[in-house]
């Protein structure tokens, strides 16, 4: 069974001593992310690169249900990263469909991109929503 064919529901959230407390990377900057606090995973895209040794960059499409409070880091919106890889990433988007629209200029939608190595730095917990037939 795979997540995306089962259409799963997948979530994760990051550890912290506050509830809703800003995680701050190891500069101490806030990086957008909010502790305990649940965040959608709305897929995995694997955007294609001559830059990478592999060839590909894994993101993650994630999604704060509040529609506010984004990931401020790399492959986050307007960051050079994105903006650089642009035109890949829309390509890889536009095979989801016309239901998972993503629009990397507002800022403030809860829908952002992360690299699975920062993903998996920041976040501490995986859900996964199974619904298993009768």
Not at 37 to 63: C, E, F, P, Q
Not at 93 to 115: A, H, Q, R, T, V
């Amino acid at each position: 069974m795979t997540f995306k064919s089962e259409k799963t529901l997948l979530g994760c959230s990051v550890d912290g001593h506050a509830v809703e407390s800003d995680i701050r990377n190891e500069d101490n900057e806030p990086t957008g992310l909010i502790a305990q606090h649940a965040y959608s995973i709305i897929d995995l895209l694997y955007v294609k690169t001559t830059k990478n040794r592999k060839g590909r960059y894994k993101l993650l499409r994630l999604r704060n249900p509040w529609g506010r409070k984004e990931w401020t880091g790399k492959w986050s919106d307007k960051s050079p990263e994105l903006r650089a890889n642009l035109e890949g990433v829309m390509r890889e988007i536009k095979k989801l469909g016309e239901d998972e629209p993503f629009d990397p200029n507002d800022p403030e939608n809860g829908d952002f991109l992360m690299s699975y190595r920062d993903w998996l730095t920041y976040f501490s917990n995986l859900y996964a929503c199974i619904d298993f037939p009768d």
